[in-house]
Nanobody, 123 residues
Framework: VQLQASGGGLVQAGGSLSLSCAASGRTFSNYGMGWFRQAPGKEREFVAGINRSGRSTYYADSVKGRFTISRDNAKNTVYLQMNSLKPEDTAVYYC?????????????????WGQGTLVTVSS
């Protein structure tokens, strides 16, 4: 499956941004999907995950209550709605697909990765 992330940009602290990740090539609804991020000089970290049906979601503690992951299997797209953004949310955001259909935080569980989209939150 090929993944294409979009929607990054520059936003002020407290603002909102919505990321999208469009999938192509295979049956999107078979895959669990995740969002990860990587800040300069840091490891890539888990942000949010959603299982193949969309009924199960999982969030990193740092974004819980502020970010929402969702998916539209008819549009082969997963979304990340980010509200109340903070400067520490600044990073390159990546979407990823898990062939087992899980909502997992384990980076090594994901089989396919998209290119990143940069989110910059100014203070």
């Amino acid at each position: 499956v090929q993944l294409q992330a979009s929607g990054g940009g520059l936003v002020q602290a407290g603002g909102s941004l919505s990321l999208s990740c469009a999938a192509s090539g295979r049956t999107f609804s078979n895959y669990g999907m995740g969002w990860f991020r990587q800040a300069p000089g840091k490891e890539r970290e888990f942000v949010a995950g959603i299982n193949r049906s969309g009924r199960s979601t999982y969030y990193a503690d740092s974004v819980k209550g502020r970010f929402t992951i969702s998916r539209d299997n008819a549009k082969n797209t997963v979304y990340l709605q980010m509200n109340s953004l903070k400067p520490e949310d600044t990073a390159v955001y990546y979407c990823a697909a898990d062939e087992w259909g899980r909502a997992t935080a384990l980076k090594g569980s994901y089989d396919y990765w998209g290119q990143g989209t940069l989110v910059t939150v100014s203070s």
